[in-house]
């Protein structure tokens, strides 16, 4: 038996040395980079950015230019949020369907985009079922400011 557990505890080392909350602070904090990284780009050169949004994207439902505004400020706001873990749900799941709009809206996007878009909608799932977790502000502020025990402060990740 000491054996059989000798080769299992490889296995499982990285569930007894990092902390959940910090695999869930690493995942909101690699999509907010990402998210924000392209609200830049689509604020330094908003003439492009609406170009585009008229003649390559086909967001549905709003017009092109309210659509490139919306799209840029989504960018630039709600990874904020997702990254401080303040209105992390809400920032979760804006950014996941935001994250789905832009697989459908753009056509020509090929392959290995898409797969890169998929697994940032997976990295966003965590935040979206338990929230931002203990590592963010929403926890910190429901510590602070409630007496009960909230189980959706996400204090599991």
Known sequence: MDKLAALYRPLVWLDEE???????????????????????????????????????????????????????YAELILPVMLALGIGGRFAAVALFVFNA?????????????????????????????YGPGALSLDYLIRRRFTSDNWPAAGARL
């Open 18 to 72: 990092i902390p959940a909350p910090s695999v869930g602070l690493a995942l909101r904090l690699w999509v907010a980079y990402i998210f924000f990284k392209s609200g830049l780009t689509k604020i330094q050169s908003m003439d492009t950015t609406l170009m585009l949004f008229e003649y390559e994207y086909e967001v549905p439902l709003l017009p092109p230019d309210i659509a490139a505004y919306v799209g840029t």
């Open 101 to 129: 709009i832009a697989v459908i809206s753009y056509p020509s996007l090929n392959e290995t985009g898409k797969v890169w878009h998929y697994a940032w909608g997976v990295a966003m799932v965590p935040a979206m079922l």
